[in-house]
């Protein structure tokens, strides 16, 4: 039994080394680095619908129907595709009324409302746009929430960044201690979005004036994880 035992004690180095890392014979360092990439989003979510009252069900249903029909018009007459037309929100409730504060509350009316998600791949005209949905009906505005479309290559020129910003901490803790860099051993990512600047929507103040989003920034970010041999 006890040469079984240490049989087995011996194979397990010999395993670990073939199914993970080369052995490290000199130091390790780890090193953590992010690397970012600014672009400006070039594409703008936001939500619009319309909210309607009315004494009975039906009616609010059917005034929230005409009007939201007069929105959807709007949107294909701007040349949104209706693919970038997404409904994300529908209810139809009562509106309670309450004549004193100890009287039970009575059906005043109801209220509809019906939202849509527009997906605007022309964010300079997201603006103009919007002024033509609230001239149609629209009265509820949400967002925007800016993105951009394809963020590979940004992503790329931020690992790129993460990459060198690792090898010369390397270095750095090399001649510190009196070392040099035998190797990287292993990289790791992790990363993500990072907010930029808050989107603005402004509403216009006078008829002369339109509505404007600015889409200001945004970064994108990758962090590494990266592990070097020094000797």
């Known amino acids: 039994m006890r040469l079984i035992l240490a049989a087995c004690l011996l194979a397990l180095p010999a395993a670990a080394t073939a199914q993970g890392e080369a052995p490290l014979h000199g130091t390790r360092l780890d090193i953590v680095a992010t690397g970012e990439a600014s672009r400006v989003p070039d594409v703008a979510r936001i939500g619009a619908g319309v909210v309607t009252a009315a004494p009975s069900a039906a009616a609010a249903a059917a005034q929230n129907a005409t009007q939201m029909a007069a929105v959807r018009g709007a949107l294909r007459r701007a040349g949104v595709a209706d693919r970038d037309i997404q409904t994300s929100s529908l209810s139809l409730s009562p509106d309670y009324r309450q004549e004193t504060p100890n009287a039970p509350s009575t059906i005043a009316g109801y209220r509809a409302s019906n939202e849509v998600t527009v997906t605007f791949r022309d964010v300079a005209a997201a603006g103009r746009i919007l002024d033509a949905l609230v001239g149609q009906g629209a009265n509820q505005i949400n967002g925007p ?32 201690a009196g070392k040099r860099v035998v ?46 041999e020094l000797d």
């Open 145 to 176: 929430n800016l993105a951009i479309e394809h963020p590979e290559a940004a992503l790329d020129e931020a690992r790129v960044k993460a990459l060198a910003t690792a090898q010369a901490r390397a270095q750095l803790y090399a001649r510190a």
């Open 183 to 228: 190797r990287m051993v292993s990289i790791s990512e992790s990363g993500g979005a990072s907010p930029g600047p808050v989107p603005m929507y402004r509403m216009r103040a006078a008829a002369q004036e339109a509505t404007t989003v600015d889409p200001g920034s945004q970064t994108l970010s990758v962090t590494l994880n990266v592990t070097f």
